[in-house]
């Protein structure tokens, strides 16, 4: 089952980043991109679309206020930047809400969801799995000054927040510094991969060396663990030591 789908954004960076994730599946058939929300709105006049990748902050006409002029509406994934749009956006029954920068991983959750919505019965087996595809393969883009970098989870070391903005450290020791904050960085990442372990830091458990007391080490980085994620992250590191 193939979704026909378009990507409606007034910033071609976003597109392109949508585009390189649909080319890594098959579920997915890309009919358009528009940076301008009316010349999409002519478009879904004369075509037929099960999925729109929709921006909410846009010139002339916004997300919500598009989906709202459609008398039957595709299915709609938003792509946003903004998190003060998500209880409104679904309350418009979208499929889901993705936050900017958008991981591969959760791009394919989203992508799960739609083809759940659109044909129930064939779900389990078109959807895609988030399986199929090796952590080493699972990248998110990260935009780096004024461009948007290709970051794989398996090169991410740890993450230290520096207030409003963001070190990722990588293997290579390349340093990127990104206007995010920790908080929303780690909830994009894979949970059975990374975990925030104090208020300044997010770690790989794949490139941790060694525990010792309240610290872990990467890399010769010494990482403080803080009492509040104590009890879990030796929970995971149990879990992880008996699975092996």
Do not use: W
Not at 36 to 58: C, G, H, R, T, W
């Amino acid at each position: 089952m193939k979704l026909r789908a378009i990507i409606v954004d007034d910033e071609p960076l976003a597109i392109d980043v949508l585009k390189a994730f649909t080319e890594q599946i098959d579920t997915l058939d890309i009919k358009g991109e528009f940076t301008n929300p009316m010349e999409a709105m002519s478009y879904l006049q004369n075509n037929k679309v099960d999925l729109i990748f929709l921006d909410i902050n846009m010139p002339v006409l916004n997300g919500l206020d598009f989906v709202k002029a459609q008398e039957q509406p595709p299915l709609v994934i938003f792509t946003t930047a903004h998190r003060e749009y998500a209880l409104e956006g679904f309350e418009l029954d979208v499929c889901d809400y993705l936050l900017k920068p958008i991981s591969f991983h959760r791009f394919l959750k989203a992508v799960n969801k739609a083809i759940s919505r659109k044909s129930p019965a064939q779900a389990s087996s078109a959807s895609v799995s988030s399986n199929s595809s090796k952590n080493e393969d699972e990248y998110i883009f990260m935009k780096v000054d004024k461009k948007m970098v290709k970051v794989y989870f398996n090169d991410i070391l740890y993450i230290e927040s520096l207030k409003d903005y963001i070190k990722v450290c990588t293997k290579g020791g390349e340093k990127l510094i990104v206007h995010q904050t920790l908080t929303s960085i780690t909830e994009q990442l894979p949970s059975a991969d990374f975990m925030r372990v104090h208020r300044s830091y997010t770690v790989s458990f794949k490139h941790i060396e060694s525990i010792e007391g309240n610290f872990c080490e990467i890399e010769e980085k010494e990482i403080p663990i803080s009492r509040l994620y104590q009890t879990e992250f030796r929970q995971r590191v149990n879990k992880k030591i008996l699975s092996n």
